[in-house]
């Protein structure tokens, strides 16, 4: 038996330079390089807040000045965005489209009770579907009353102790149980993180193993091949959500108070979303390591902007404008309403709108970049 040859420096540097020139020539591979530790540093330097503030918040009557004192004190807190005063059916409809996260109420008399010194009874409703964001908001409102009303009490002859009756109600998610947030959440983040791998890797595999010229010689179009792509992976997404509802019902006792053909077909819109996406990105890239350096870089923002991980409220504007242009993060508050709000398709609209464009957009990008020939 001949001997093992020996370790050469000058083989293992050849080696070496060649891995670096092969680097440079991957100018895809050298921009994630570059690229996913500078999006992770701005994300989570500067987008990434657990503690939202400003959040949009109207007001139900305003019987006198000890409750404008209240009002003025939310909005020092700076935690509280006032938008405007309401009646009881514009509260609901504001609750459940998400246009406001907290209603506060004050009942009528709410100023003569005090000054006889009689503790009314202040309503506060908040939308508890992420129990994590509404924490610094709730926590503020508890210890808002004493500081607001103690200055003017003492005026009074007997003062009530509470000035005030708090009464906080968590809409949607009474017991402020995350994963009420958490499950609905994770439909779309699965179905983001599956389908477009899945279908990023499917052109790019065919062209690797020689199966793409075949199809090439047949007179199939750039349509037909996008579809007929597609449509296979449409059932495997509907079947994953399938799974997570009955799992999410019967293992965490997720509600679903909407209707489940109305959540089917915007699943079935959103996986059209994703897979289109996928199939663009399996034409652009020029093997299956490019195709996945690509998904990564599209699902690490998706995971991080859309309100999964973090409360979407709390993000800069920039970062909210970014999260805006992704379909997971729309499709997150369509899941959530559905199933924890009972939504229908009018309160669904202004998020469904933003998921077609998205499709049809990446759809055409998807058409126009297909090949008809190997490069």
């Not at 591979?29 to 807040?49: D, K």
């Not at 405007?84 to 996260?101: N, W, Y």
């Not at 509404?134 to 007997?158: K, T």
Request: glycine fraction near 6%.
């Amino acid at each position: 038996m001949g001997r093992s040859p020996t370790f050469s420096v000058a083989r293992w540097l050849a080696i070496l330079i060649k891995e670096f020139l092969q680097l440079k020539r991957d100018r895809l591979t050298f921009a994630m390089i570059v690229g996913i530790p500078v999006v992770q540093l701005l994300l989570f330097g500067f987008a990434i807040n657990t503690d939202p503030r400003h959040l949009p918040t109207a007001v139900m009557s305003d019987p006198g000045p000890f409750a404008r004192s209240y009002i003025a004190a939310m909005k020092n807190s700076s935690y509280f965005d006032i938008v405007g005063s309401i009646d009881a059916r514009q509260a609901d409809e504001l609750l459940d489209k998400g246009q406001v996260k907290f209603v506060v109420t004050f009942p009528p008399g709410f100023h003569r009770d005090l000054a006889r010194r009689v503790t009314p009874t202040l309503f506060v409703e908040a939308d508890a579907t992420d129990p994590i964001a509404m924490g610094g908001a709730i926590a503020v409102l508890n210890w808002l009353e004493p500081e607001v009303f103690a200055p003017d009490l003492p005026r009074l002859a007997h003062p009530p102790s509470p000035p005030v009756d708090l009464r906080i109600h968590r809409r949607y998610n009474p017991e402020g149980l995350t994963a009420y947030n958490v499950v609905p959440g994770l439909m779309g983040v699965i179905l983001t993180m599956t389908m477009v791998l899945m279908t990023g890797l499917a052109m790019t595999r065919e062209r690797e193993r020689g199966t793409f010229e075949n199809m090439l010689a047949t007179p199939v179009t750039p349509l037909e091949v996008l579809t007929g792509k597609i449509v296979p992976y449409i059932i495997i997404g509907l079947l994953q959500v399938t799974l997570i509802l009955v799992a999410s019902h019967l293992i965490f006792d997720i509600p679903i108070l909407g209707s489940l053909p109305l959540l089917y077909a915007m699943v079935l819109l959103f996986i059209c979303a994703n897979l289109t996406l996928g199939i663009t990105f399996s034409s652009i890239a020029r093997n299956q390591l490019q195709s996945m350096q690509m998904t990564i870089f599209f699902f690490l923002p998706s995971l991080l902007l859309s309100g999964f991980m973090f409360p979407f409220q709390a993000m800069p504007s920039w970062a909210q404008t970014i999260g805006n242009a992704l379909p997971l993060t729309h499709f997150l508050i369509i899941a959530r309403g559905i199933l924890l709000k009972g939504n229908g398709l009018e309160q669904l609209w202004p998020h469904i709108w933003p998921i077609l464009l998205f499709t049809v957009i990446v759809l055409a990008a998807g058409l126009k970049t297909y090949r008809r020939t190997l490069d």
